[in-house]
């Protein structure tokens, strides 16, 4: 299965200014998943990220605020711009496993990140 | 509105013990995954239901899916502690739409 390498594992950010989250895969993959994990609550999807195409995003997230490239087959970053307290939260990336119909998927380490 | 619910939300109980954690939907799911999530780390997968009325077992794990795809059960047999975690469900709508739905989690500690 896909390993991914997150990073950074956690940062703490003043408000107003911006993060890069990086996520490379050791495998080409088609779609990347970037997610939105509120302390200790479940996954939020932001957007899907396609090689070659605009990312899809989900209802109540921007590209503007979370502008995500997918330069190559085994690379992504998601920026959070102009960051407020509410942008407190983990990010995720994740791929899927392809087993058939019993796939998965499998997630970076998160980024847990603080604004202050 | 959440598409899956899970039951309960946060659950202690001591090392040896079993429970049941369930997820539930009004929508029809093609397949429904299982995760664990310890701190500081992503989900990992720890199964994939894919037909009604399905049963997996993985170790003192027994997964079942319910016979109109829209409900899950996870069972733990003798709980140890390197079984807490955040347990999360997780639903695909359709095939080939690899877009996942997560459900509210569960919080499981056990207590040695």
């Known amino acids: 299965s896909a390993v991914i390498s997150q990073k950074p594992s956690r940062d703490i950010c003043q408000r107003g200014t911006s993060l890069t989250i990086q996520c490379q895969v050791d495998s080409q993959v088609t779609m990347m998943f970037w997610y939105r994990q509120q302390p200790g609550q479940s996954l939020t999807l932001i957007a899907t990220?396609?090689?070659?195409?605009?990312?899809?995003?989900e209802s109540g997230f921007v590209i503007d605020k979370f502008p995500i490239s997918r330069p190559n087959l085994t690379f992504s970053t998601l920026t959070v711009s102009n960051m407020s307290p509410e942008d407190s939260s983990i990010y995720l990336c994740s791929v899927r496993i392809i087993r058939g119909p019993h796939s998965g998927y499998t997630f970076g380490s998160g980024t847990r990140l603080t604004v202050v | 509105t959440q598409l899956l619910e899970q039951s309960p939300q946060f659950l202690s109980i001591q090392e040896g013990e079993n429970l049941t954690v369930y997820c539930n939907s009004s929508?029809?799911?093609?397949?429904l995954q299982w995760y664990r999530q310890e701190p500081g780390e992503g989900p990992v997968l720890l199964v994939t239901?894919?037909?009604?009325?399905e049963v997996k077992k993985l170790k003192r794990l027994t997964f079942q899916f319910g016979d109109a795809r829209k409900d899950s059960s996870l069972h733990i047999t003798a709980a140890q502690p390197g079984d807490t975690g955040l347990y999360l469900c997780?639903?695909?709508?359709?095939?080939?739409?690899?877009?996942?739905?997560f459900g509210t989690g569960t919080r499981l500690t056990i207590i040695p």
């Open positions: 239901v894919v037909t009604g009325g």
């Open positions: 990220a396609n090689q070659g195409s605009e990312a899809t995003y």
């Open positions: 997780a639903g695909a709508l359709n095939f080939g739409n690899e877009k996942l739905t």
């Open positions: 929508s029809v799911f093609s397949s």
